[in-house]
């Protein structure tokens, strides 16, 4: 869901002293998860409002014109096709350095100065398209250039700016307002937001009381309820005197600020209110509607056309809207074409219901209709939001159509709402928390949510406020976990679970889990995460794995995440796209899970359920700056490396090999052409270490950071022996270190300089080690060869070696390299 920060301030006054960042964070603390904040100046960094002074003919093209702009002080020759081009015309000019969509199609362009058609160009004169204004200002023609005339914009102003909707976008994630109804609305954001900072709510603005409303017209709209189990509240007006013309740009471009494309005055204000309040209305052409409104079950077999044009066949569980004659809507889903606004319409009945929740889920779910207004019925709105929706929306037919009328209002109100008491005791509380708050400080908490509280003693009687009163607020646990959330989770002081053990179990399986996570978190300082088994399947087609053999579900959280993992990817790549922002020195994340496929079905437990085939997975992510690749794989290839030696396993080695099964077979599709490494276990592949490519990273929402990414099979790991560590005995005696430079022809490894330095080892050897300290290429070193210094470390179990004998070992050492790799002594 997208909150508009410009929306919010309409119901509160935040201080200045909050920025967007903390505003963010103190939300996903303590109400919802805050997944990105975007400032729409973004999207129009160098697109500002020029002032065409005059048109001129392009001396070598006649569909192209030249035209002498004011971008802000100066004036400049733009070169443009435009077909409704004239002087004096307020234009939308894209400056050099600004990206645009050329004629609305494919990916984002860099406008640069250019010379068309042998004239100079500064920059762009752009259509609505070019710069994602279709929906504003909609044309027939791609030709059509975007007029501003109407606006008051002076040349140069950014052009959010110019045109008002210079804003911040607040994407909030859906799955974390699950349990809160309360929040799909602006207005419900704003309260969360009062209580949170102590600041007070605004009244929404409206012309006109319910009561008002009701009492204005005649009480001539017949309203009834046949199921009252399924609505407990219908009210509906009749307005005359409206038309299907476009609404004002205030309501436009708050609509499309967030995600909702304008239609009509008429479709508009319905979808205004339900953003604002987060209650759904409806709009029916009353010229089509016979009779009164009946709100019933559909007869078993009865049709009914949507407005999306798909025809259903109805049944007894599903409940509609009929007029006298046939139904004419999906209560709380959607509309039917034939009775919904229509271009000629002049007067409609406004439906403002309640609809029960879990009906409208099952019809929802059987007919694969999630629709605005079907998402907000399922959580559970209050029929008590009817009222300030239907003032709402008659204060916006108002100002939108000033010779409007209310002729009929009619409430029918079945099925009260009446709020639960909950009581609980002080010291429950406190035990429950670890931690005792002060009985004032509980009380001006729960109030400032909008609670009433009353406290005799020990014991607290609180009243949910209607809003928070149909299934959100039942037991005591749920007000200890407002009064938890307010305070701040991150207040609460940690105190140690006190455990014991009677005996020991030894599970090798889940030590090498234990074993890999402590290595990760604590060596490496890697931060373990929990994703969802679903994937989203925009992941899985970015990072171009293969959907053949992926389960589906039968009843998936959401239609875009039918698909249950059968890689830990796309949930990790999700989960940097979500986190890079809030990093500015990057971050590393893993999470080891299972993961499943659509075959080798076989009992587990049970003889008579078979499961799918699954394997446990350890993948990775380090997020860091792009201009910093090569530490970043250097950080990811040393996590890979030393894991064998930290969790008692074989040492991997890498290579450009391909494994068995198609989710690890050669170079993977996301990975970078070059950066990438295949993790062996001997001949065995059984992983892969890559940089995240381009493309899929831009996909993903990763513009300004780069990502290494490792996957790995932890099954595969469990074969390994579960001990290979060894223990030598430290010398009794001084080690000494002896450093020696010399050359070698460039193509001589680092691997090979050890293998020869330290030989085959015998008891009396004394070299015990050789380490590497640097190269060195210059004017002294010839071309082709380069300097190698090798740190010997020299010693014996049985005496301290005197300078002689240390000598004597690293001209061994010396001569070994010369012989076997042709090294030269450095002077």
Avoid at 477 to 490: F, P, S
Wanted: charged residues 25%; aromatic residues 6%.
């Amino acid at each position: 869901m997208k909150i508009s920060l410009d929306w919010l301030k309409d119901y509160i006054d935040l201080p200045e002293s909050i920025d967007i960042r903390k505003l963010a964070y103190d939300l996903t603390m303590s109400t919802v998860e805050v997944e990105g904040a975007e400032p729409t100046a973004e999207k129009f960094n160098n697109i500002v409002a020029g002032k065409i002074i005059e048109v001129l003919p392009h001396p070598n093209a006649d569909k192209l014109r030249i035209c002498r702009t004011d971008v802000g002080g100066e004036i400049k020759q733009i070169v443009c096709g435009g077909t409704n081009l004239r002087d004096g015309m307020t234009v939308a000019v894209a400056k050099p350095g600004a990206f645009v969509r050329w004629h609305g199609e494919g990916g984002l362009v860099e406008i640069k100065n250019a010379k068309l058609r042998g004239a100079e160009s500064y920059g762009m004169i752009c259509a609505s398209s070019e710069i994602g204004l279709f929906d504003l200002f909609p044309t027939e023609e791609n030709a059509v250039i975007v007029d501003l005339s109407d606006f008051d914009a002076a040349p140069g102003t950014r052009l959010d700016i110019a045109l008002g909707i210079d804003d911040v976008i607040l994407e909030i994630d859906n799955q974390s307002l699950t349990n809160r109804p309360d929040l799909w609305g602006h207005y419900g954001i704003a309260r969360e937001l009062s209580a949170l900072y102590g600041i007070p709510l605004k009244g929404i603005s409206c012309g006109l009381a319910c009561q008002e409303i009701a009492g204005s017209g005649n009480p001539g709209l017949r309203i009834a309820i046949d199921a009252p189990e399924r609505c407990a509240r219908y009210m509906g007006l009749r307005i005359e005197n409206v038309s299907a013309k476009a609404s004002s740009f205030k309501i436009q471009s708050r609509l499309w600020r967030v995600g909702q494309r304008p239609i009509n005055a008429l479709v508009d204000i319905t979808n205004y209110v339900m953003l604002a309040l987060g209650q759904p209305t409806h709009a029916f052409d009353s010229g089509n509607i016979e009779g009164g409104i009946t709100v019933r079950k559909a007869r078993d077999g009865e049709k009914l056309l949507l407005l999306n044009g798909r025809e259903l066949s109805l049944s007894p569980e599903d409940l509609v809207i009929a007029d006298d004659e046939e139904a004419v809507a999906l209560a709380g889903i959607m509309g039917g074409s034939k009775d919904s606004v229509l271009e000629g319409t002049t007067d409609v009945i406004l439906e403002i219901a309640n609809f029960s929740a879990l009906g409208t889920r099952k019809t929802a779910t059987r007919f694969e209709l999630r629709t605005e207004a079907s998402v907000r019925y399922e959580k559970g709105i209050e029929p008590q939001r009817v009222e300030l929706a239907a003032s709402l929306s008659a204060s916006l037919f108002a100002s939108e159509f000033p010779s409007m009328r209310i002729t009929a209002c009619a409430d029918n109100y079945p099925r009260p709402l009446m709020p639960p008491r909950v009581k609980m005791s002080l010291e429950w509380l406190a035990r429950r928390m670890g931690k005792k708050i002060p009985e004032a400080t509980i009380r001006a908490m729960l109030e400032r949510l909008g609670f009433t509280v009353e406290i005799d003693g020990d014991v607290v009687d609180v009243t949910p406020p209607s809003w928070r009163s149909t299934g959100d607020i039942s037991l005591p646990d749920d007000i200890m976990e407002e009064i938890a959330r307010l305070h701040g989770y991150e207040n609460f002081e940690p105190s140690p679970i006190v455990s014991s053990f009677t005996r020991t179990v030894n599970q090798r399986e889940h030590e090498l889990e234990r074993r890999l996570r402590e290595y990760l978190s604590f060596r490496c300082g890697m931060q373990e995460i929990f994703t969802y088994p679903w994937v989203k399947d925009t992941l899985i087609d970015t990072l171009s794995l293969p959907k053949d053999g992926m389960l589906r579900l039968s009843t998936p959280p959401a239609p875009e995440e039918s698909r249950i993992r059968s890689s830990l990817l796309p949930n990790i790549i999700d989960a940097v796209s979500k986190n890079v922002r809030n990093f500015a020195d990057g971050f590393a994340i893993y999470e080891l899970a299972q993961v499943f496929y659509d075959r080798g079905y076989e009992p587990r437990q049970d003889e008579r359920e078979k499961l799918p085939a699954q394997r446990r997975r350890l993948s990775g992510a380090i997020a860091g700056s792009p201009g910093d690749i090569g530490g970043l794989f250097r950080r990811a290839k040393g996590i890979v490396e030393n894991m064998p030696r930290f969790t008692h396993m074989a040492p991997f080695s890498f290579g450009h090999r391909e494994g068995e099964g198609a989710e690890r077979t050669g170079k993977p599709a996301w990975a970078d052409g070059t950066v990438w490494l295949s993790v062996m276990r001997g001949d065995e592949a059984i992983g892969c270490l890559a940089l995240l490519s381009k493309k899929p990273a831009l996909d993903c929402g990763i513009k300004q950071a780069a990502v290494m990414v490792f996957d790995l099979d932890v099954d595969a790991m469990k074969a390994f022996p579960s001990r290979t560590n060894s223990f030598a005995r430290p010398s009794e005696y001084p080690q000494a270190e002896h450093d020696i430079s010399m050359m070698f022809d460039e193509s001589v490894k680092w691997s090979d300089i050890e293998s020869a330095a330290m030989g085959k080892r015998g008891p009396d050897d004394l070299v015990r080690e050789a380490r590497f300290i640097g190269e060195y290429r210059g004017s002294q070193i010839p071309r082709g060869k380069k300097s190698v210094t090798v740190r010997l470390v020299i010693g014996s179990d049985a005496k301290t070696l005197t300078s002689e004998e240390i000598e004597k070992a690293s001209g061994t050492i010396t001569k070994r390299l010369s012989r076997q790799l042709g090294g030269e002594l450095r002077a």
